[in-house]
C-alpha cells in the first residue's frame, strides 16, 4: 500500500497570504494524485486532479505540482473561504489511498 | 444536475452488518464509465477509502476492509450499496457515497453510521 504523508499537520496564516502544502508518497505514483479541500460538516471537494489541473470551478488561485513521490499544493492568496482541511489522494495499481490532511487555520 | 444520497441506519450493534444505499438521481448510473465508491471519515479523523464498483460490475476493496466488504449495484433502481459486517466501534465514521473516473468528482453528503450497543 502506498503512504501518503502531509506536511505539516496544521498551517496557521492570515487572509492575503500565500500557502504551501506538502504530500510526500512513500513510492512512485507518477502524476496520479488529486487534492481535495473540506469544510466542517461538508463532503470534501476535488481541487486539482493530475497532480496540477484544476477541477472545474475552482479558482486560479489554486495550483498543484510535482510527480513521482513530491507533490504540492498551493494557495497564492488565502481567501476566507479557503480556512479548511485538505487531503490529497493516489490511486494506482487499483489501490487507492488518502493522505492524513493539512488543516489551514487563521492566524 | 447529478446528485448522490446515501441512505440506511444510523445506529448498528457490534458484530452487525452496516448496511447502505447510495440513490443517484438527475442521470443513470450505467452512463459515462464511471465507478462509483464509497468513503468513510471517523468523528475528527481522516478519509479512509472503502472500495468501489467499476461499471462493469467489477469490485476493488481497501485490503484492511476487504474481508468484510461488498459493493453492489442496482441498475434498475440506479443506486449502488455497501455491507460492512461483523462491525465495531472502530467503524463508527460519517459514509460517502461518491463518482469516480480517476479521481473523486462528486460526493454525498454523507451519513454518519454510529456502532453501539
Known amino acids: 500500500e502506498i503512504v501518503l504523508t502531509q506536511s505539516p499537520a496544521t498551517l496557521s496564516l492570515s487572509p492575503g497570504e500565500r500557502a504551501t502544502l506538502s504530500c510526500r508518497a512513500s513510492?512512485?505514483?507518477?502524476?496520479?494524485l488529486a487534492w481535495y479541500q473540506q469544510k466542517p460538516g461538508q463532503a470534501p471537494r476535488l481541487l486539482i486532479y493530475?497532480?496540477?489541473n484544476r477541477a472545474t470551478g475552482i479558482p486560479a488561485r489554486f495550483s498543484g505540482s510535482g510527480s513521482g513521490t513530491d507533490f504540492t499544493l498551493t494557495i497564492s492568496s488565502l481567501e476566507p473561504e479557503d480556512f479548511a482541511v485538505y487531503y490529497c489522494q493516489q490511486r494506482s495499481n487499483g489501490g487507492l489511498t488518502f493522505g492524513g490532511g493539512t488543516k489551514v487555520e487563521i492566524k | 444536475q447529478l446528485q448522490l444520497q446515501e441512505s440506511g441506519s444510523g445506529l448498528v450493534k457490534p458484530s452487525q452488518t452496516l448496511s447502505l444505499t447510495c440513490a443517484v438521481s438527475g442521470g443513470s448510473i450505467s452512463s459515462g464509465g464511471y465507478s462509483w465508491s464509497w468513503i468513510r471519515q471517523p468523528p475528527g479523523k481522516g478519509l479512509e477509502w472503502i472500495g468501489y464498483i467499476y461499471h462493469s460490475g467489477s469490485t476493488y476493496y481497501n485490503p484492511s476492509l476487504k474481508s468484510r466488504v461488498t459493493i453492489s449495484v442496482d441498475r434498475s433502481k440506479n443506486q449502488f450499496s455497501l455491507k460492512l459486517s461483523s462491525v465495531t466501534a472502530a467503524d463508527t465514521a460519517v459514509y460517502y457515497c461518491a463518482r469516480m473516473l480517476r479521481y473523486f468528482d462528486l460526493w454525498g453528503r454523507g451519513t454518519l453510521v454510529t456502532v453501539s450497543s
Open positions: 513510492q512512485s505514483v507518477s502524476s496520479y
Open positions: 493530475d497532480a496540477s
